[in-house]
């Protein structure tokens, strides 16, 4: 493994109830690598997601985020979390969902800074100082007051990108990030991209678009019946694909 991994996991399992979804799964992303994880629906894409964020558990496999090793083996061969481990890779990463999770009654600027404050325990002030070159960075630094409700969809999904990066994490996981916005918005979101990477962010993306996979991602991950059939540059993959299961998906995909 090298040591420019920002997020590993190997030889992953995880069950519901007795059915396996996801079948020995190795996935990384590098520092300042973009990654897109493609598949057709029941594949396991968010179920890989939710256990990489720590919103649920690999059964089996190891998962760390840079030189943090959140899991070891135990004796029957499960994964077995450290608390503490976990704790700290939360910081590490952030996610923006789908639907954002914004709270609707805090404003922009409390939505941005409530987790560093509260769970970093960093000062408001330096906190609220850099939500507002983030903000700014972003095209919402006249919105800092606002809620939610009083902004559109596309921004208050760049106020979810900025609470994320307020956490000043090594990787930034996006959910569905493109879907209902215009080709304007999914322009900046690509540029968006883009920037982190060049900062040196991991970013990994769960999408059901092959355009925006293509043109954002450096390597694309084709997850099928719970296992990566395929892992390589995204013109390759989308272009080119090698095994006939990415074949048949990219030539009529089902969403
Ligand atoms: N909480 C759960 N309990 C039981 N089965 C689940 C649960 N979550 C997911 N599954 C099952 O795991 C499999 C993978 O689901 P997952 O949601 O990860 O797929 P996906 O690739 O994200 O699909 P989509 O593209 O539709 O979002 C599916 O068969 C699903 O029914
Ligand atoms: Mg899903």
Redesign the pocket.
């Known amino acids: 493994m090298t040591s420019t991994r920002a997020v590993s996991v190997t030889r992953a399992r995880k069950s519901?109830?007795s059915?396996e979804?996801l079948h020995d799964v190795s996935f990384g992303i590098d520092r300042g690598e973009v990654v897109s994880l493609i598949?057709?629906?029941?594949?396991?894409?968010?179920?890989?997601?939710?256990c990489l964020t720590l919103l649920?558990t690999f059964d089996e496999g190891s998962l760390s985020y840079g030189d943090l090793e959140v899991t070891s083996r135990g004796e029957d061969g499960r994964a077995v979390y450290d608390k503490e481990a976990m704790r700290q890779a939360r910081m590490r990463f952030g996610i923006v969902f789908q639907n954002y999770n914004l709270f609707p009654h805090f404003t922009v600027m409390r939505n941005v800074c409530d987790a560093p404050v509260v769970v970093q325990h960093r000062d408001k002030a330096e906190v609220e100082a850099e939500a507002r070159v983030l903000l700014d960075r972003i095209g919402l630094s006249d919105h800092a007051d606002k809620v939610p409700c009083q902004l559109s969809g596309g921004q208050q999904q760049r106020v979810a990108i900025c609470r994320a990066l307020a956490m000043k994490p090594d990787v930034i996981y996006f959910d569905e990030a493109t879907s209902a916005l215009d080709p304007k918005l999914t322009d900046d979101m690509h540029r968006i991209i883009r920037e982190l990477a060049s900062d040196g962010m991991a970013v990994g993306i769960?999408t059901?678009e092959m355009g925006f996979a293509r043109d954002a991602s450096d390597r694309i991950c084709f997850?099928f019946d719970?296992q990566i059939v395929e892992d390589g540059p995204a013109n390759q993959v989308i272009n080119d694909p090698v095994d006939p299961r990415t074949r048949a998906f990219l030539s009529s995909p089902e969403?």
């Open positions: 519901f109830d059915r979804v598949g057709p629906s029941g594949a396991g894409k968010s179920t890989l997601l939710r649920d769960v059901h997850l719970g969403d």
